[in-house]
DNA sequence: AAGAGCTTGTGAACGGGAGAACAAAATCCG
DNA sequence: CGGATTTTGTTCTCCCGTTCACAAGCTCTT
């Protein structure tokens, strides 16, 4: 949410239009997608793509595609497109995927166990690196080929292991508690799917996971769709829509 | 991403601004928020609330939140502020959550079992109505206490009940094929899990949730983070910078 | 070598959402 | 009963992101 550096427009008269070095966050989030249709691309074999392939495989608008990658700079060739494998080292290398991230996973219940256990990570750029709980019992089981440390531990393994991510599973109530030991470790990203809103110091990013909250927005659609579908036209009030639709299910 | 019914502003000279029942896509997705921590207030004992300690309970700006729920009604008191349990029945019910949405889920594979066996579905207005599988071996498992069905059955299945919100949790060349048969089965809301991007008629609602994608981005806050932190003042090329970085992990 | 045909990169217009600020309403208190 | 206090609902302004539209630049053909 909130941004860590100063990427706003520079105040000082130097008007180096050139934009400094402000990728926007609409297009930073964009990124990984053009990243992941590249990388299918370059599977296949192909060898440039334009800017509308592009958009038909990821979804995006050609136009904002093209300005979203101007922002790392011309890698394009007018007439012909983008490299697909230049362009995706080119992205790579500005998310930091030409290195790779170590995580760590705290709270190793059904989610936690699911994400330890998903080979994904790896060919995406991350790696599970520790994975811990404060329930003693699950101590020592493994998934994914590493074992569950307790959470006492956790200082010791952020540090030997040089984690900045950590991905929070544990129950809601925990979530606080569990960040704040995460952020005193030296974790300065936190991946958070307990629907709890955790609060951090400056500095430390949070993104969060809620399915409850997708689902809530997809039924909030739905209920519309149901109402407009059980009648004709929709020049009535909604009011009235809305009752009707919850009172006959 | 696209909205479903045309929600814009009426082209026609009635300029009955107020308001006539657009909720703005960013407040939709806020009101879940919302009406978690309404929930956590009433479950406590907690009468009345104040824009502000919902400010502060939901991270929200307290301006932002009041106009959020001004688009509702006004369902405040002006010098007391909202009473907890009435505006939580109000956002539940915009969202239509006075009911329960019978959903199915697509891919037992680590994490459709994972969400199959989540509690947490029940209590926020969603249930588990069926789970999908085309793998043969898996059918007759159970999660949840709901038992897995084969792909073939869908179809019956989503009629007989009554399910319009799909889960897709399959591998990613089967999310578009799987979002083919949902759509044809009847579904018109999709969460899908997949990393892939899937193309749906008009009318049907698709909510990505892609771990990868979040955490691809907390990694290039976290590459900045890194750079700006090993060297004093940021007035360096940031090629330079993150040349640097990616080399000394 | 020059023109035709694409495709990129970007300037400009536009729309929506965020936040500050304030007037209107309700309660509290003397 | 009236003024002080609190808090909502709303207006206004600003900023970010999206989209259109087109000149600039590259390749291919003739
Ligand atoms: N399972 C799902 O599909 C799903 C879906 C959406 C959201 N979530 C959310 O994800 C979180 C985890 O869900 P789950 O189903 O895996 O829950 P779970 O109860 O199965 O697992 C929670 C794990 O966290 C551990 N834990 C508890 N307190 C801890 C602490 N203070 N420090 C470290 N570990 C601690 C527990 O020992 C347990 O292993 C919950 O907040 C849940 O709401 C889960
Ligand atoms: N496991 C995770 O933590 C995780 C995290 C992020 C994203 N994902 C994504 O979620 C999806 C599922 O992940 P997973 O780890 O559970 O994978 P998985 O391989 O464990 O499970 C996939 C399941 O889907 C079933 N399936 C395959 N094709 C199907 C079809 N055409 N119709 C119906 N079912 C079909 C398989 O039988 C299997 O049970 C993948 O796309 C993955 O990239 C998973």
Do not use: C
């Not at 036209?233 to 006959?248: E, I, K, N, P």
């Amino acid at each position: 949410m909130k941004p860590v550096s100063n990427h706003g427009p520079d105040p000082s008269g130097s008007s180096e239009d050139r934009a400094g070095r402000g990728i926007p966050e609409a297009t930073v989030a964009r990124l990984p997608i053009y990243l992941r249709a590249l990388t299918l691309l370059a599977e296949r074999g192909v060898a440039t793509a334009s800017s509308e392939d592009l958009a038909a495989t990821t979804g995006v608008n050609s136009a904002k595609l093209r300005k979203d990658l101007s922002y790392l700079g011309s890698y394009g060739t007018r007439g012909v497109g983008y490299d697909v494998e230049y362009l995706r080292y080119q992205i790579a290398r500005e998310i930091g995927l030409t290195q790779d991230w170590p995580v760590v996973i705290i709270g190793l219940g059904n989610l936690g166990q699911a994400l330890a256990n998903y080979a994904g990570f790896g060919t995406r750029g991350f790696r599970v690196a520790a994975l811990v709980d404060n329930d003693r019992a699950r101590v020592g089981e493994m998934y994914g080929g590493v074992g569950v440390r307790h959470l006492d531990e956790l200082d010791e393994l952020v540090r030997e292991r040089d984690v900045s991510i950590g991905v929070l599973t544990t129950p809601a109530a925990a979530a606080q508690p569990v960040a704040d030991r995460l952020v005193r470790a030296g974790v300065t990203s936190i991946l958070n799917f307990a629907p709890a809103v955790i609060s951090v110091p400056a500095g430390v990013d949070v993104r969060k996971v809620d399915l409850s909250i997708e689902l809530q927005i997809l039924a909030y659609h739905e209920l519309r769709k149901q109402v407009a579908g059980s009648m004709g036209a929709a020049t009535l009030d909604l009011d009235d829509m809305v009752a009707r639709a919850v009172g006959s299910p």
